[in-house]
């Protein structure tokens, strides 16, 4: 149901597509500014290279990196600390 499904996404942060031909995966993440979404920022590649796993360290990479751009945007949905929570620093 695609109400469940938004409301997975509106928690993880996160959007992971993968369309069943092609062996084509997305990864994506809002951008935020004053509240509303004003862009996107996804990852594509492989289902070989992209992992679906909402926790893999590149996911996590990407929610941070949109963290940090909605962040330099002025006031956001999601907490630029919560972001950096689930990387582990480099």
């Known amino acids: 149901m695609l109400t469940v499904e938004l409301a997975a996404i509106r928690d993880a942060g996160l959007a992971v597509?993968?369309?069943e031909i092609h062996g084509v995966r997305t990864i994506?993440?809002?951008v935020f500014s004053?509240?509303?979404i004003v862009a996107v920022?996804?990852?594509v590649g492989t289902t070989a290279t992209i992992s679906d796993d909402i926790s893999s360290a590149t996911a996590k990479a990407l929610k941070r990196v949109a963290a940090e751009?909605?962040?330099q945007f002025g006031i956001?949905?999601?907490s630029l600390?919560?972001?950096q929570n689930d990387v582990a620093p480099a």
């Open 81 to 83: 600390d919560d972001a």
């Open 69 to 71: 751009l909605s962040d």
């Open 76 to 78: 956001h949905d999601i």
């Open 28 to 30: 994506a993440a809002p």
């Open 17 to 19: 597509n993968t369309p």
């Open 41 to 43: 920022m996804a990852l």
């Open 34 to 36: 004053d509240g509303r």
